[in-house]
T-cell receptor, first 116, second 112 residues
Framework: GESVGLHLPTLSVQEGDNSIINCAYS??????FIWYKQESGKGPQFIID?????DKRQGQRVTVLLNKTVKHLSLQIAATQPGDSAVYFC???????????????FGQGTILTVHP | DADVTQTPRNRITKTGKRIMLECSQT?????MYWYRQDPGLGLRLIYY???????NKGEISDGYSVSRQAQAKFSLSLESAIPNQTALYFC???????????FGPGTRLTVL
């Protein structure tokens, strides 16, 4: 969904369905892109990352796709479960030089609700 | 055991009061960060530190100060709290050369 003002995009799915969460980024110099999951009352938790020289990376039940042409990132969750309900943030990080990384810039976030 | 801890977890205070939020980590990381999260927004960087003698401003440092007392400890202070500083505050750590940040559980601060 599209965000309007301060309202987070929301995605509602049924248990067992696949979920796709989208993110647009702005910095062409970003070197890594990271997806974080934030459950209510907790800090963001790392899910999966992808380097800028890749277009796809798979983890356990999750896949991240990167389209640098249109500066778009997506997180696909297979067989979504109620425990996947959370806010999902994409984040980008720029290489600051050598092996050093610059600051992490977060996107707005998407609320995923999984119905049993 | 939690690797990144924050105290207090919740705090309600009044306008004009001085508040300190503490962060401790057992990960051995040299980089530490303070973020603020408001409803409907992602996390925004307040301050960060690459080691005990290094302090850097983030995008929203006005009204905040920090102290890096040791490699494992990074505290955030609000010298004179105001209501628009009501937010969730997160501490994070990162090892040198790594790109992943590890977050604490957050502190919910309410300024009346």
């Amino acid at each position: 969904g599209e965000s309007v003002g301060l309202h987070l995009p929301t995605l509602s799915v049924q248990e067992g369905d696949n979920s796709i969460i989208n993110c647009a980024y702005s910095n062409s110099a970003s070197d890594y892109f990271i997806w974080y999951k934030q459950e209510s009352g907790k800090g963001p938790q790392f899910i999966i990352d992808i380097r800028s020289n890749m277009d796809k990376r798979q983890g356990q039940r999750v896949t991240v796709l990167l389209n640098k042409t249109v500066k778009h990132l997506s997180l696909q969750i297979a067989a979504t479960q109620p425990g996947d309900s959370a806010v999902y943030f994409c984040a980008e990080i720029e290489r600051a030089g050598g092996t050093s990384y610059g600051k992490l810039t977060f996107g707005q976030g998407t609320i995923l609700t999984v119905h049993p | 055991d939690a690797d990144v801890t924050q105290t207090p977890r919740n705090r309600i205070t009044k306008t004009g009061k001085r508040i300190m939020l503490e962060c401790s980590q057992t990960k051995g990381h040299d980089r530490m960060y303070w973020y603020r999260q408001d409803p409907g927004l992602g996390l925004r960087l307040i301050y960060y530190s690459f080691d005990v003698k290094d302090i850097n401003k983030g995008e929203i440092s006005d009204g905040y100060s920090v102290s890096r007392q040791a490699q494992a400890k990074f505290s955030l202070s609000l010298e004179s709290a105001i209501p628009n500083q009501t937010a969730l505050y997160f501490c994070a750590t990162r090892r040198q050369g790594g790109h992943e940040q590890f977050f604490g559980p957050g502190t919910r601060l309410t300024v009346l």
